[in-house]
Every structure is written in structure tokens, then in C-alpha cells.
């Protein structure tokens, strides 16, 4: 079954430095999200792409995060400086949804496993 | 602004009893709701959705969910609950318009007791 990839699942770093994640979503599918979840709570979008372009970025701290997906295939979020406050788990979500107004909007979207970020 | 609710933090039940996991949703327009299962240090697991149709949805591992618009709730069962249905479960409505991110509650920690 395909599944969504994601790497590190694991990173420490210490507040000031620079992490990136790689996601690499279920092939054929045109959306990509990125969520954050902090402990005790549930995943908030960070960022959304139909292919290569980005639908929806209004979450996104853009001080210090950035998110490409240039081939409109795999995606890299950035974090530049780290954050204490941004410890948390980072999530890759992948869904066929094309449009809103499509029925493949509606599909359920597929996680990948997480990568867990700790600043130190 | 769409949101769930999910009241309980955490939910007991002995294995071999039903299960009921609740949310409520509160939403402009039709709402399309989801419901995901997290194990420990894993991604999220899709269970099942309601988009139109029947109230009663089934889905994986044998849950299912019932839609009752009259008290905008969506809450998650099973006729009879495993151990291994433990975990963290989340209730989830899409974002209207444009947009198709998910919308999630807090989460209900689900414990089975053998």
C-alpha cells in the first residue's frame, strides 16, 4: 500500500539553528499539506499545495519558515532560526483533492509518520 | 469559523463494551467531517468520513460514526471495543471554500482495559 514518506522522524537541535523536513507524498496525488502538532493538541495547518503552487500559506510563521514544492512532487519545510516554541510534531498529508469544487476534494488525506522536532 | 469539539480528554471502557468517542461541529454550510486514529509516535490513520448520504458511516476496523445534524453532532462507536483500540482519536471538519485542509479537535485518548 503507498504510503506517505517523511524524514528525519526524529530531530534535536538547538534554538537558533536551521532544520528542514522532507516529505514525499502518494504518488499521483496533487495536494500537500503541512500541519504542526503540538503535544495535547490536534494537527493545525501550516501550509497547503495544489501541485507546485501554494493555496494556503496564511498559518505559516514566515519570519522563520519557509515550504517549497518545486517539481510539484516531494515537499521541504525549512525552519530558520529555531525556536524553542517550535518543538513539536511536524506532519506531511497527501490527498487526489484538486479543487474545491471537485468530488476529489473530498477524499480523506493520508499522513505520513511524522517528524518530531526537540529544541533545545 | 468551522470548528469540533471534543469534550472528553480521555475515555474508558472495558474490552468486550461498546465505545463511544463524541464530537460536535460547529459549521457554515454542509459540514464534511472525519475521523482519525494516532497510535504513539505515528501518523494519523484515516477511519472514515461523512460527506452526504446515510447517518450511520462505517468505516475501518470496525468503527463507525453517527451524523445527527438536528444536535451538529458526529460521534465515533463500536459495538464492542478491542485493547488494541487504544490510542488517540480525532474528530476533523474541512476547511469551506478554497481551501481542503482539515480542521481537527483536540483529541480523545481511548483506553481498553483487557
Known amino acids: 500500500e503507498a504510503e506517505v514518506a517523511q524524514s528525519p522522524r526524529y530531530k534535536i537541535t538547538e534554538k537558533s539553528q536551521a532544520v528542514a523536513f522532507w516529505c514525499d507524498p502518494i504518488s499521483g496525488h496533487a495536494t500537500l499539506y503541512w500541519y504542526r502538532q503540538i503535544l495535547g493538541q490536534g494537527p493545525e495547518l501550516l501550509v497547503q499545495?495544489?501541485?507546485?503552487?501554494?493555496?494556503?500559506d496564511s498559518q505559516l510563521p514566515k519570519d522563520r519558515f519557509s515550504a517549497e514544492r518545486l517539481k510539484g512532487v516531494d515537499s521541504t519545510l525549512k525552519i530558520q532560526p529555531a525556536e524553542l516554541g517550535d518543538s513539536a510534531m511536524y506532519l506531511c498529508?497527501?490527498?487526489?483533492?484538486?479543487?474545491?469544487?471537485?468530488?476529489?476534494?473530498?477524499?480523506?488525506?493520508?499522513f505520513g509518520p511524522g517528524t518530531r522536532l526537540t529544541v533545545l | 469559523a468551522q470548528s469540533v469539539a471534543q469534550p472528553e480528554d480521555q475515555v474508558n471502557v472495558a474490552e468486550g463494551n461498546p465505545l463511544t468517542v463524541k464530537c460536535t461541529y460547529s459549521v457554515s454550510g454542509n459540514p464534511y467531517l472525519f475521523w482519525y486514529v494516532q497510535y504513539p509516535n505515528r501518523g494519523l490513520q484515516f477511519l472514515l468520513k461523512y460527506i452526504t448520504g446515510d447517518n450511520l458511516v462505517k468505516g475501518s476496523y470496525g468503527f463507525e460514526a453517527e451524523f445527527n445534524k438536528s444536535q451538529t453532532s458526529f460521534h465515533l462507536k463500536k459495538p464492542s471495543a478491542l485493547v488494541s483500540d487504544s490510542a488517540l482519536y480525532f474528530c476533523a471538519v474541512r476547511d469551506p471554500g478554497y481551501r481542503t485542509a482539515l480542521i481537527f479537535g483536540k483529541g480523545t485518548t481511548l483506553s481498553v482495559s483487557s
Open positions: 499545495f495544489q501541485d507546485e503552487s501554494v493555496v494556503d
Open positions: 498529508a497527501s490527498s487526489l483533492a484538486r479543487s474545491s469544487g471537485s468530488r476529489s476534494s473530498y477524499n480523506e488525506q493520508f
